[in-house]
């Protein structure tokens, strides 16, 4: 256990991470859950505007930090967590596209694996092809509690991509194979976890539609309205206090 690394420098030692902390990929909306969903809510962290914050949702003590885009931002700061500051689940809640017609805007996924075209695994140094996937406590209690509340979540493979503006336009391909959405973390933080032995699940609400008819929502509506996946990774991280814990592999 640290107060300091290069990307995390705890403001306040004696609040520090919850054991379970949601990562959005936009600081905007980290502060947006911080000042609305948690009560006696800290900055905790504040490096490079990347801001993380610990308070107390219905009793128990979550933290909310930001993840940055794209795969080696998220797997600085998950393996941070993880390693050194006591972190035990890891909620990625963020924005992807939807490349699977049974989906829709708004409507909310949930990431069992993360196909990608990353070379992120690479360094794992293994004589073939890992398929990096969710913690499976995680999803089940995430499942149950969207179908309670009746929200909707479809549950299957993301497609992690290493390229927003793709060129070559490959969503569609992965949408083929079943693919639903289409974002640019889960698959570093799947791999992470794995290979600490920690858990982690993505969550992701539908911004863009990429077939027709495409749709997009503007960036304050991605900052600010996708509450009911906060809800819902909030009232997650109160169950998930329940799990026991792990000691990350070294």
């Known amino acids: 256990m640290t107060n300091k690394t290069p990307h995390i420098d705890l403001k306040d030692s004696d609040i520090g991470f919850g054991k379970t902390v949601l990562m959005p990929g936009d600081p905007l909306r980290a502060k947006f859950i911080a000042e609305n969903f948690l009560e006696d809510a800290v900055l905790i962290n504040g490096v490079r505007g990347v801001n993380g914050y610990t308070g107390y949702y219905k009793g128990v003590k979550v933290s909310v930090m930001a993840s940055g885009m794209g795969m ?21 809640i963020g924005s992807a596209g939807a490349i699977n017609e049974n989906v829709k805007v708004r409507e909310m996924v949930a990431g069992m694996g993360a196909c990608t075209n990353s070379n992120f695994a690479a360094q794992y140094n293994m004589n073939g092809t890992i398929a990096p996937i969710c913690s499976f406590e995680l999803l089940d209690t995430a499942k149950k509690l969207a179908d309670k509340k009746g929200y909707t979540l479809h549950v299957g493979n993301l497609y ?59 960036a304050l509506e991605r900052q600010q309205t996708f509450t009911q996946m906060m809800e819902l990774a909030l009232d997650c991280a109160v169950e998930y206090e329940k799990l026991p814990i792990i000691e990350p592999k070294e």
Do not use: H
Not at 85 to 90: E, L, R
Not at 189 to 199: Q, V, W
């Open 72 to 92: 080696p931002s998220i797997g600085i700061y998950s393996y941070e967590l993880y390693k050194f500051f006591g972190v035990q689940n890891i909620i990625r």
């Open 160 to 218: 992690s991509s290493d390229t927003f503006y793709d060129d070559s336009f490959p969503s569609a391909n992965w949408g083929k194979v079943g693919c639903l959405a289409v974002e640019m973390e889960a698959a570093a933080l799947y791999c992470t976890a794995m290979r600490y032995n920690m858990r982690a699940l993505a969550i992701c609400t539908i911004s863009d539609i990429l077939y027709p008819p495409f749709t997009a929502l503007d």
